[in-house]
């Protein structure tokens, strides 16, 4: 399996304005993050709210500059070159968590979807819409030579998510970035999406990136994971393996956050019970030594993403499978 996508200690640091504009915190929501991507591959990037999922996407769409780090798609950097950078952006198409909010309200179903392919002036006026009408079937929107005419404000949220794939869809991306996209659907609704996406993936031999905070739906999805934490990975490796073998207390709390809702484990007390958070300088040493209730002396410094087994990877000091609660 070939590497498609690669990145190298990413970094984007966000500083917070204070009262009258005088510079405030520092967030480093991203820092010195490194992970590849296979052709055909579903990599899943999970974490909490403001872990930095997002913003990896956003630097790899280039939609926002990264301050350090390197990227590289077919083995071809496009950190700093433009025509590589046109490369990637014909090549690999974003789905947003709001499919309201992704697409224009003024334009018909048809513009929208044709839209990448006019941006990138790919075929005729005929061409394009014979292509908006095949991937509007694909996404199972059907007659579509209806939909093709209706604006978002007359499609449920559902077909408006089957929208936004349609047009991530019609270019033919190598590459999808799909940001939380069904996190605001119904549960029903969720799961028909999750398995068209997983069959247009392997028809199409493409690579996904898949941001969520949602194991669940990210074992059903998913190949790889890389669990991050405040900006950098903490673990990473084949989803089942990472999730069934938790190596870190910060994975191990994700799956416990989940798994408390499922009436077999109602009684059962939590394996990890994280700390709140105190005052302590954050990025220096393990960034989850604040909350972790295996914290150790030596976690003051930063540990590195290590090769355990199995290809499974993780930055820790601590062997959580023998270790006892502080």
């Known amino acids: ?16 304005k204070g009262i009258f504009g005088k510079t405030s915190d520092t967030i480093r929501a991203t820092d010195d993050v490194s992970f590849g991507l296979n052709q055909g591959e579903v990599l899943v990037l999970a974490g909490e709210s403001g872990s930095g999922k997002s913003t990896i996407a956003k630097l790899i769409l280039k939609s926002i500059e990264s301050d350090s780090g390197k990227i590289f798609f077919e083995n071809q950097e496009i950190t700093n070159n433009k025509e590589n950078l046109k490369k990637i952006r014909m090549n690999a198409q974003m789905i947003q968590q709001d499919p309201y909010d992704s697409i ?13 392919l ?17 991937v509007l079937r694909e996404v199972k929107l059907e007659p579509a030579d209806e939909i093709i005419k209706k604006y978002p404000h007359m499609l449920s949220g559902g077909q408006r998510q089957r929208v936004v794939l349609a047009r991530a869809l019609s270019i033919k991306p190598k590459i999808i970035l799909a940001d939380e996209p069904v996190s605001m659907l119904d549960v029903s609704i969720r799961a028909e999406m999750l398995e068209l996406m997983q069959h247009l993936q392997k028809k199409y031999n493409i690579s996904f990136i898949y941001i969520t905070h949602d194991l669940a739906t990210a074992l059903h999805f998913g190949q790889r994971i890389a669990i991050l934490y405040m900006g950098q990975i903490v673990e990473m490796g084949p989803i089942k393996t990472v ?3 938790p190596l870190h207390p910060y994975t191990q709390a994700l799956i416990d956050a989940i798994s408390e809702p499922d009436p077999e484990n109602r009684h ?21 030594r604040t909350r972790c209730p295996y914290v150790l002396d030596k976690c003051k410094n930063e540990p590195k993403l ?12 601590v062997d959580i499978k023998s270790a006892s609660l502080n």
Not at 307 to 313: E, G, K, L, P
């Open 268 to 288: 059962k007390m939590r394996k990890i019970r994280i700390k709140e958070t105190n005052s302590e300088n954050v990025y220096e040493g393990c960034r989850f």
């Open 1 to 16: 399996m070939s590497e498609i996508l690669r990145v190298e200690h990413l970094t984007k640091y966000f500083t917070k």
């Open 118 to 134: 006019e941006i990138h002036n790919a075929g005729s006026k005929e061409s394009r819409k014979k292509r908006v009408l095949e």
């Open 243 to 245: 999730l069934e073998n």
């Open 104 to 116: 224009n309200p003024r334009m018909r179903v048809g513009d929208i979807i044709s839209e990448p």
């Open 306 to 317: 290590k090769n355990m087994s199995n290809n499974q990877h993780v930055a820790c000091f």
